[in-house]
Nanobody
Framework: QVRLVESGGGLVQVGDSVRLSCSAS????????MGWFRQAPGKEREFVAA????????AYADSMKGRFTISRDNAKNTVYLQINSLTPEDTAVYYC????????????WGQGTQVTVSS
């Protein structure tokens, strides 16, 4: 019953910033880990960032550190992904995901939001 809805993607230019949103419902998200993943054309899905609701602790893929920031608004049950200094390589479908903090696998996924970075 967990539902995740991403928004905020679109066509942007190199060097721009974008903030993606993930609206979450149907769960007690203080018990969850929330993650952002992305999948570029022809590439495998890759982990971007995660946040533990109960503590706000964050984790990033090594390649994402610096330009990416994950955050959450508890009152809105919303998770954000801020991406700065966008490059064409950031072009991908960005997915929000959720899992209980005590399990290993993300098992709830949003529909994705497309970020296209023009060069």
């Amino acid at each position: 019953q967990v539902r995740l809805v991403e928004s905020g993607g679109g066509l942007v230019q190199v060097g721009d910033s974008v903030r993606l949103s993930c609206s979450a419902s149907g769960g007690t998200f203080t018990t969850y880990d929330m993650g952002w993943f992305r999948q570029a054309p022809g590439k495998e899905r890759e982990f971007v960032a995660a946040i533990r609701w109960v503590t706000g602790s964050t984790a990033y893929a090594d390649s994402m550190k610096g330009r990416f920031t994950i955050s959450r608004d508890n009152a809105k049950n919303t998770v954000y992904l801020q991406i700065n200094s966008l490059t064409p390589e950031d072009t991908a479908v960005y997915y929000c995901a959720a899992k209980l903090a005590i399990v290993a696998r993300y098992n709830s996924w949003g529909q994705g939001t497309q970020v296209t970075v023009s060069s």
